[in-house]
């Protein structure tokens, strides 16, 4: 479940890169993380885009619902999202994708990572770099996913990624 760090690898944005280590270091003994083991002061700089998102299973499907947003969304939504579903939020075509991010991080028990365009009026010329990672109650059962968003103007993403390192000989 937790083995390997390919998926670090992946990511392009050394923030997501400190989000994902930090929850990595919070699993312990192959189990999943509870809501209550993520510090806010040890994430404080990245406090305005996280978020945390319950399941709210209905007989036919899951809704998802935010029961923490961080200032940052404010901002990208022009609202407070704490307390909304994702299928409330002006995203347009944007809730599905995020549905399938969030069913597929509770189905595997595994953490997702990408980037997206947000959806939201007005916020086409940003790209959405995201990571959600799953936590638990139990260890085993996924309970809500903590998420990291990073917003960077597409003009400007060559400038926040992660440059590899230079290798001479």
């Given at each position: 479940m937790l083995a390997g760090t390919a998926l670090r690898h992946q990511m392009i944005l050394p923030?997501?890169?400190?989000?994902?280590?930090?929850?990595?270091?919070?699993?312990?003994?192959?189990?999943?993380?509870?809501?209550?083991?993520?510090?806010?002061?040890d994430?404080?700089?990245?406090?305005?885009?996280?978020?945390?998102?319950?399941?709210?299973?209905?007989s036919e499907q899951t809704r998802f619902k935010y029961r923490?947003?961080?200032?940052?969304?404010?901002?990208?939504?022009?609202?407070?999202i704490s307390g909304q579903y994702i299928d409330?939020?002006?995203?347009?075509?944007?809730?599905?994708?995020w549905h399938r991010v969030l069913q597929r991080v509770m189905e595997f028990?595994?953490?997702?990572a990408g980037v997206t365009k947000p959806g939201t009026p007005m916020r086409g010329h940003l790209a959405?770099?995201?990571?959600?990672?799953?936590?638990?109650?139990?260890g085993e059962t996924v309970t809500s996913i903590l998420?990291?968003?990073?917003?960077?103007?597409?003009?400007?993403i060559k400038q926040q990624t992660a440059m590899p390192e230079?290798?001479?000989a």
């Amino acid at each position: 479940m937790l083995a390997g760090t390919a998926l670090r690898h992946q990511m392009i944005l050394p923030q997501q890169q400190y989000v994902y280590d930090y929850w990595r270091s919070k699993c312990k003994a192959g189990r999943l993380p509870r809501r209550a083991d993520i510090e806010p002061s040890d994430i404080c700089e990245y406090l305005p885009m996280i978020t945390v998102v319950e399941a709210c299973p209905l007989s036919e499907q899951t809704r998802f619902k935010y029961r923490l947003a961080g200032t940052g969304f404010w901002e990208l939504f022009e609202d407070e999202i704490s307390g909304q579903y994702i299928d409330e939020l002006p995203i347009g075509n944007r809730c599905e994708y995020w549905h399938r991010v969030l069913q597929r991080v509770m189905e595997f028990r595994r953490p997702s990572a990408g980037v997206t365009k947000p959806g939201t009026p007005m916020r086409g010329h940003l790209a959405q770099f995201w990571i959600r990672l799953p936590l638990s109650d139990d260890g085993e059962t996924v309970t809500s996913i903590l998420g990291f968003d990073h917003l960077v103007k597409y003009d400007e993403i060559k400038q926040q990624t992660a440059m590899p390192e230079k290798i001479f000989a």
